[in-house]
């Protein structure tokens, strides 16, 4: 297939547009890039605000309504079929066996099966025989990476488990919109504010973490700020905000040093290090647990730490408390490693060039 030829994908997405982390900083963002490389995505979602909405308040007439949407899904796939090439990211009806995936394979379509996240384990918060098996039917993603033409793994840890069953598979890492989120030198101040960002599906990390940090403010004094998760504190110095993709960079620009704390299991390991990229992306350097991809994007000294055990959280960050001015340091190297490694334009011509198989 000739480098300059326009195709067409459809892109098989689970979630509503401009919703969920992985989906945003990969396909969403990626597609105004490709069209400049004369690949146009046609992106084909799942589920929409409604599903989501039921899904939270867990409302029995989900059932009814997944069924009809898994219909409408069916059906904009067979208007595509003149396609030759279908995108596939996670699990793309979120429940259910791979139906679409083996009918696109029989009819002859190519796969590229995308994940960033490990999947392959089901959930770390809903991890029940039941549903793993029956409803979200986890067992489906190994069947999807055999059958696929190309696999896409988020990092070398989805690599190495993507490689048992299928030996087309390219490492694409999670990027960060560098136009979008720019550099913001930070000014020195004594009163620092230390902050996480996230979703409810991951607040419990922060929030194991909390009394550790909260032991450390009563000896040194900062701000604790907290987005993505509702937890429900009275203080002062202890602020929560609800996430939401307008004020996010807002949100953001509030903290001085970022965290990222993590147990060391097979989902951690399987995860991309979007918190820390969007931290590093606007100079904020960050302390992170030393599991997975971490150890590829922090760089002990230069861009925040790595940490290995409890003592060492308490060491390093009573280190940035003491002298702010290294804050500003670090700054310019955060940036840096982003632009060079992890910037939708350092991975656009390796994209581009493995979707044309």
Do not use: H
């Not at 308040?57 to 009814?64: E, H």
């Not at 701000?223 to 905000?241: A, T």
């Not at 925040?304 to 960050?317: P, Q, R, T």
Request: charged share 20%.
């Amino acid at each position: 297939m000739k480098l300059n030829n326009k195709i067409y994908i459809p892109c098989l997405l689970p979630y509503p547009n401009n919703t969920v982390p992985g989906q945003r900083f990969r396909w969403e963002q990626w597609e105004s890039l490709l069209k400049k490389k004369n690949i146009f995505l046609k992106k084909i979602f799942f589920s929409d605000n409604l599903f989501i909405n039921l899904k939270n308040k867990r409302n029995i007439f989900i059932i009814i309504y997944y069924f009809y949407l898994y219909i409408k899904f069916l059906t904009l796939v067979f208007l595509n079929c003149k396609n030759s090439t279908f995108i596939i990211f996670r699990n793309c009806t979120i429940g259910g066996p791979p139906i679409i995936e083996i009918f696109l394979k029989i009819i002859g379509k190519k796969i590229i099966f995308d994940f960033d996240d490990a999947i392959q384990y089901g959930s770390e918060n809903t991890n029940s025989w039941f549903f793993s098996n029956l409803i979200r039917c986890d067992w489906k993603i190994n069947i999807i990476i055999k059958i696929s033409n190309l696999v896409i793994a988020g990092n070398k840890n989805l690599k190495k488990f993507a490689i048992k069953f299928n030996n087309n598979v390219k490492i694409i890492p999670t990027t960060i919109d560098i136009k979008k989120y720019k550099f913001v030198k930070k000014k020195n101040q004594k009163n620092l504010t230390i902050g996480w960002s996230g979703s409810l599906s991951t607040s419990k990390y922060i929030e194991n973490f909390l009394p550790i940090l909260i032991k450390i403010q009563k000896k040194k004094k900062f701000k604790i700020l907290i987005i993505g998760s509702k937890l429900n504190i009275n203080s002062s110095d202890i602020k929560c905000l609800e996430w939401s993709s307008k004020n996010e960079l807002k949100y953001l620009n509030q903290i001085d040093i970022g965290l990222m704390p993590l147990p060391n299991n097979k989902w951690t390991k399987g995860k991309c290090g979007l918190k820390i990229l969007q931290y590093l992306s606007v100079g904020i350097p960050s302390i992170v647990s030393n599991v997975g991809i971490n150890s590829e994007i922090i760089i002990n000294g230069k861009n925040g730490y790595l940490i290995n055990n409890k003592s060492e959280w308490e060491f390093y960050l009573k280190k940035f408390l003491k002298n702010p001015k290294i804050i500003s340091k670090m700054g310019f190297n955060c940036r840096k490693i982003v632009e060079k490694n992890f910037s939708n334009f350092a991975i656009i011509d390796k994209l581009s060039t493995i979707l044309r198989i």
